[in-house]
Structure formats: C-alpha cells, structure tokens
C-alpha cells in the first residue's frame, strides 16, 4: 500500500490556460473523489468515480473542469481557462466501496492524497 | 441542506491541558460522522467513523463521542506532536452517494 499519489504538487499557472492535474489511487480502491480546499476551509466535494464511471459531480464544478478515470485506475483533473478564483489546493482521495449489509457501510474510509497546490496569477 | 459547524476555530493547549472540539452538525439522516487530521501542505489523514448516537471510539489521546445533533473529539494529556487541523465531516441517506460534507475544522496548538 504506498497510498494515493498525486502529481505535480505544486503548479503555477498564468490566467487562461489550461492545466491538468493526475491522481493514482491505492491501486485496489474501486472509488476515486475529486476534493478543492482553499485557506480555512475545509475540503469542497467535486466529483467522483466508482471504476471508470463518473458517478456524481458538484453542480458547483464548472463547465471549464473536467475529470476521467480511464480503465478505471488512475484520473485526470483538467481545468481549462483557468481563472485566478480556481487557485486552491486540489485533494484526490480513494475508497474501497463494498455492499452494505444491515446497517454497517463499508465504503466509509476516504484515503487522501497529499494533494496539488494550484497557484493562479 | 446538510451542514458541518466546528469549533472553535483555533484551540491553543499546554502539553498536558486536556480539551474537548466540537462539530455541530445537521444532515438528513446520519449515514456516518468522520473525524480527519490534516497537517499543513497533506491531505486529511482518516482517524475515526462513528455511525450511530451513543457511540465511542478512541485512539491513543484521542476519544470521539457522537450524540444525535453532535459530536466531540476529547484530547487527553495532548503532545505537541498532536498539533494540526482537525476535520469533521459527515455523510447522509439523503443527500449524495460519493459526497463527504467538511465544516472548516479547529486549528489545535499544543505547546510544550
């Protein structure tokens, strides 16, 4: 287990071009989520992925994102056009979802990356 | 709408000065309450999932309760080392699948 990598950790970019940021799961974990955190707040729900379909994502995601998850391993995060307001830090974090039986879940613990610094100038 | 309040917002303890955070939450249907450690420039590291009111967990100086409207993370004799931002979130049955709501966290100090 050598946990969920994310690459690169630091970007800065000028306004308006297009960036794109990679995530790899624990490579066993089925689902992939999408996670901004800006300065004191806590982290923002995106999207996410249970193998290779996009299951949800936040009405508040901009047109100008997109994610994929291939072969259902790693995923992609593309913000085109980017705006001095998407400047964040962007958290991928993965689960392994199982069937829920009774009232016990299985899919509850979220493994986080360290996470992509996006600097927007 | 589901919702996640924490405080306080900043906690400063001397080693040893045990405290209590609380999250405040409000959510239709509770599907999970979470409690995550983040350091600066990391991602949230997992702690603890309780699913039901009365609940307990603990771990190391660590203990969290639950109770039907919120929960509390108690810090026993705290180390410097237990210095971070503590995060609380929760899930429930009637919003969505794959969707984790944070409050904003408590900021906690622990000087030696």
């Known amino acids: 287990d050598t946990g969920v990598s994310q690459n690169p950790r630091h970007k800065i970019t000028k306004r308006g071009q297009n960036v794109t940021f990679r995530c790899d799961p624990i490579?066993?974990?089925?689902?992939l989520y999408w996670y901004r955190q800006t300065l004191g707040q806590g982290p923002e729900f995106l999207t996410y992925?249970?193998?290779?379909?996009?299951?949800?994502k936040s009405r508040l995601l901009s047109d100008r994102f997109s994610a994929e998850r291939p072969k259902g391993s790693f995923s992609t995060l593309e913000i085109q056009r980017t705006e001095q307001g998407d400047s964040a830090m962007y958290l991928c974090a993965s689960s392994l979802a199982g069937i829920e039986r009774g009232q016990v879940p299985t899919n509850e613990k979220l493994f986080f990356g360290s996470g992509t610094q996006l600097s927007v100038l | 709408e589901d919702q996640v309040t924490q405080s306080p917002e900043a906690l400063r303890l001397q080693e040893g000065e045990s405290s209590s955070l609380n999250c405040s939450y409000t959510?239709?249907?509770?599907?999970?309450l979470f409690w995550y450690r983040q350091d600066p420039g990391k991602g949230p590291e997992f702690l603890f999932t309780l699913y039901s009111a009365g609940e307990e967990k603990e771990k190391e100086r660590l203990k969290a309760t639950l109770t039907k409207k919120e929960s509390f993370l108690h810090i026993t004799a705290p180390k410097p080392e237990d210095s971070a931002t503590y995060l609380c979130a929760v899930r429930g049955y009637g919003g969505s699948q794959g969707n984790l709501i944070f409050g904003k966290g408590t900021k906690l100090s622990v000087k030696p």
């Open positions: 959510v239709s249907g509770l599907r999970g």
């Open positions: 490579s066993e974990h089925n689902r």
């Open positions: 992925f249970q193998n290779e379909a996009q299951l949800e």
